[in-house]
């Protein structure tokens, strides 16, 4: 297998709050699609950032769509400082979005904090002094 991630697709429980969410909220460029696509899709540099409706989505994977808790991932986005981790935080919390853990010092020397997106999907926003791809 090639070393790359093409899509991370989320089977949300709405499909046009979710897509407003990403494109207002996180500002994520939507790529244009024919009106009634049932899918929404946001170019992440090489990955893609889709949205599908969760029972549709568990359907295709032949899985049950039920389920809660913890999903047993999270998603990160890592940020050019300690800051833009609040001001992330906040732009969130202000159009709506759950803050999980607010910003704070991280064992490992920088700085992060995380919020849900209207389905429970769990990002990290974080600074890391280390990390060159921000």
């Known amino acids: 297998m090639e070393p790359r991630l093409s899509f991370v697709t989320l089977g949300v429980g709405d499909l046009a709050r979710a897509t407003a969410f990403y494109e207002q909220v996180l500002k994520l460029p939507r790529i ?38 913890f999903a047993g991932f999270t998603l990160a986005h890592n940020v050019r400082s300690a800051a833009a ?16 853990k607010p910003g704070q010092p991280a064992f490992w020397g920088g700085y992060t904090g995380y919020f849900a997106d209207p389905d429970g999907f769990l990002w990290e926003v974080a600074w890391n002094p280390d990390f060159p791809h921000v």
């Open 85 to 100: 981790v609040d001001a992330l935080l906040a732009e969130v919390a202000a159009a709506g979005g759950r803050i999980v």
């Open 32 to 69: 244009a699609l024919p009106d009634g696509a049932g899918v929404a899709f946001f170019e992440l540099g090489k990955t893609w950032l889709s949205l599908f409706p969760r029972a549709e989505l568990a359907a295709d994977a032949g899985v049950p769509a039920a389920g809660s808790g």
